[in-house]
């Protein structure tokens, strides 16, 4: 079996793992398959263990110098401790199996390493929004805790409704309801969900989107230099080749 082979062969068992244990979830399928889906997903947690054992074989210490490679190793030592007694509660983190399809498939983790790349820039941003978000829910509790005390009867009150209002969930019936005692408050909330939605979220928006193509521009980069580490290798080994030839030659 070829690498690609090999590679299409463990995403489709994360796959049927990630469908046996979606199954397992159906009151009515287990009690017909249950032991079938057992059967299913040890067998799938034995290609794992043996797939990841092969790694290390074949990688030694530099497996554990890929931060991949960790993530895996993490993802099937959570699927191997035990799942009984006080431990139950474990069973249902055999599902962080299906991300390990992030690790295999290369696309997806490309945009994963962008996303984390952005991080730095995120925080910012989130900062920035942590920060609209605290104003605004002061200014809205002093406005408006007489008139609405169910929605800004208190900051955490407060903080929870403009984070609702942020997301656009609802928010039109909780401006009408205060316009109707207070009729310019459509002002706080027109300014506010101009500023936390429409500038600060497309910010954080646009710096992940920065991030993931910075981060895909690097992965493109490496790749392009250890083609020309390798074209640069076999170019050495071709004129070392003809030198050899050539000296053939001239002996005889």
């Known amino acids: 079996m070829t690498r690609t082979g090999f590679q299409r062969f463990i995403i489709g068992a994360i796959i049927f793992n990630a469908v046996t244990l979606g199954l397992e979830t159906s009151t009515a399928v287990v009690a017909r398959v249950g032991d079938l889906l057992h059967f299913a997903d040890r067998a799938a947690l034995a290609i794992f263990v043996v797939e990841l054992l092969l790694r290390i074989y ?41 991300l390990r399809l992030i690790s295999v498939v290369p696309s997806m983790r490309r945009v994963v390493s962008g996303l984390l790349a952005a991080v730095p820039g995120m925080a910012s941003i989130a900062a920035l929004l942590a920060l609209v978000l605290y104003v605004a829910g002061v200014m809205a509790t002093k406005l408006f805790q007489h008139l609405q005390p169910a929605n800004f009867g208190d900051l955490g009150t407060t903080l929870f409704t ?57 992965e493109v980069m490496k790749a392009e230099e250890k083609q020309a580490e390798t074209d640069a290798l076999i170019l050495a080994e071709v004129r070392a080749l003809r030198e050899e030839i050539a000296e053939l030659k001239s002996r005889t």
């Open 58 to 98: 074949a990688h030694g210490l530099a497996f554990f110098r890929d931060s991949w490679n960790i993530f895996d190793l993490v993802i099937i030592a959570i699927a191997i401790i035990p799942a009984t007694g006080e431990f139950s509660v474990l069973r249902a983190l055999r599902i962080l199996r299906v």
């Open 162 to 218: 403009l984070f609702q209002v942020m997301t656009g969930e609802g928010w039109p019936d909780i401006a009408r309801d205060l316009m109707e005692k207070a009729p310019l408050s459509w002002i706080f909330f027109v300014t506010y969900i101009v500023v936390s939605s429409f500038a600060v979220l497309n910010m954080f928006i646009a710096v992940v989107v920065n991030g993931m193509d910075r981060g895909m521009a690097d």
